[in-house]
């Protein structure tokens, strides 16, 4: 039986407890590692950190940036909104250099809401600090530990066409200037961006949404796809 893809999932180090422990902890929602397993990869979880890349990127098929909390406004080129919250710049640091590093191989990336933030600054990009003083509305987070829902519009020459319904969102940042190469290929009803894609790559999407979080696992099915390209070209 042929190894199936391995796919990286990048983690967040924060402060946890189970039974009588409380640690820090390499953390990330079971929900990824399902999909990905779902989707016929094998889930890697990957701590943050921008030492041993290219060794761990041997190793590696695929790439998923997960989500998380807001990037440092400095690693953009950005003074700090007072919105701006929970930053943590190992993290920025060692994501940035492992996707830096994966595209340079043309390695197969799906980043996820803050992972498409990342995405957007690796190449050039910045961000909105805080949605709601644009759009002028709550309705991309509304409630902080929940998913609000809404639908979004796609190109259907995109990666991400097929979508359908309403998607699930927790961010209260969006994309600003699109990075070099990027294009726009999803938005929400208020025009807010919510997909972006290199179309000259074999598989390089972003999404503001969590598609982990629903029933629609289309995009991870791709990535795992591409991963198993890559691996048997």
């Not at 924060?14 to 990869?41: F, K, M, N």
């Not at 050039?124 to 759009?135: A, F, I, K, S, T």
């Not at 020459?157 to 994309?175: D, I, N």
């Amino acid at each position: 039986m042929a190894r199936k893809p391995l796919i990286g999932i990048t983690t967040y180090v924060e402060p946890a407890s189970w039974g009588h422990w409380q640690l820090e902890a390499a953390l990330v929602p079971y929900d990824y590692v399902r999909a990905v397993e779902r989707a016929g990869g094998r889930a890697v979880l990957v701590p943050p950190d921008d030492q041993g890349v290219e060794e761990l990127l041997d190793a590696l098929d695929g790439l998923i940036l997960s989500g998380g909390n807001d990037l440092t406004p400095q690693s953009y080129g950005a003074e700090a909104d007072p919105a701006t919250a929970g930053t943590n710049p190992a993290r920025d640091r060692g994501e940035l250099a492992l996707l830096t590093a994966a595209l340079e191989r043309d390695l197969p990336v799906l980043a996820i809401c803050r992972g498409a933030q990342v995405l957007n600054v690796a190449r050039g990009g910045d961000l909105v600090q805080h949605l709601p003083d644009v759009v002028g509305h709550e309705g991309h987070r509304a409630v902080a530990g929940e998913f609000s829902e809404h639908s979004v519009r796609v190109d259907p020459a995109s990666r991400v066409a097929g979508v359908k319904g309403e998607v699930k969102s927790h961010h209260h940042q969006g994309l600003g200037r699109l990075g070099d190469g990027l294009r726009e290929v999803a938005w929400a009803e208020d025009g807010v961006v919510e997909a972006i894609e290199d179309p000259q790559k074999p598989f390089l999407v972003g999404v503001l949404w969590h598609p982990e979080a629903g029933e629609d696992k289309r995009l991870f099915e791709q990535l795992v796809a591409a991963a198993r390209d890559l691996r048997n070209p």
